[in-house]
């Protein structure tokens, strides 16, 4: 009896969990118009239906296991209901997969003891944030969308940047809550805040209707540039 409740309890989980995947996909598409699209997921481990760490794709040595797209491929990212429903009706588990740059937000990432790092440093430094994802090896800030002459430009510039700073642009993805990847859980360490859509004559701007609000890169980068070298000893405090 308790076998029989526990497998219960463990379907009516999975089905929540999955419910909550295709919200956040329809979340993202259809109120944030962000293109999503299903990631390639996890394949299950033999025994009792626990799942493997390994990604679901060929490769064996896949280094970001779950977390990249498959089938669909990136060029297939969609705001379209109907389609986002249908990928997730016959994927549920699949991880939301964000397709980065155009008019869709961007991303700027550091490992995780050094993204934990920087957000204690800006918030020193009273620097507004947007989004900002986690998981267990790398935190991501959300940005609003840059051209890569934009970003090319705004590195130029600088005399450095944390190499451990990645960049995700026209091209790229990130994955997004709640999904699960072979890294572990994705979460948002700081959840979107709705922005505020302009009325069609004009006027005051409706609260809570748009997408969340996004720093520009530049401010952001700024901010990384001036946290990392303003450690007392000179060093970098952001280094992991």
């Known amino acids: 009896m308790r076998e ?21 996909a329809l979340t993202c598409a259809t109120e944030w118009k962000w293109p999503v699209l299903p990631g390639v997921g996890l394949k299950a481990a033999g025994g009792r239906g626990d799942r493997g760490r390994g990604c ?15 089938d669909p491929g990136l060029l297939a990212a969609s705001t379209d209901e109907r389609l986002v429903r249908w990928w997730w009706t016959n994927r549920p588990g699949a991880p939301v997969l964000l397709a980065t740059g155009g008019r869709a937000p961007c991303a700027l990432s550091l490992p995780a003891v050094a993204g934990a790092r920087a957000l204690v440093a800006l918030d020193e430094m009273r620097v507004r944030l947007g989004p900002v994802v986690a998981t267990p090896t790398r935190w991501s800030l959300l940005v609003a969308p840059y051209s890569m002459e934009r970003l090319g430009d705004l590195l130029y510039s600088k005399d450095w940047v944390p190499s451990s700073l990645r960049f995700h642009g026209e091209g790229g993805y990130l994955v997004l809550p709640p999904s699960e990847t072979g890294k572990g859980q994705v979460r948002w360490e700081r959840a979107p805040q709705p922005g505020a859509r302009p009325r069609t004559n004009g006027t005051n701007p409706r609260p809570g209707t748009a997408a969340p609000w996004l720093p520009d890169v530049e401010a952001v980068v700024d901010a990384l540039v001036a946290a990392s070298t303003s450690a007392p000893d000179g060093g970098s405090r952001l280094a992991y």
Not at 4 to 24: H, N
Not at 56 to 70: I, L, N, S, Y
Request: glycine letters at 8%; aromatic letters at 6%.
């Open 4 to 24: 029989i409740l526990g497998r219960r309890r463990r379907l009516r989980f999975r089905r929540s969990e999955r419910a909550a995947q295709l919200g956040a």
């Open 56 to 70: 679901a794709c060929p490769d064996p040595e896949c280094a970001v296991p779950g977390a990249h797209p498959f």
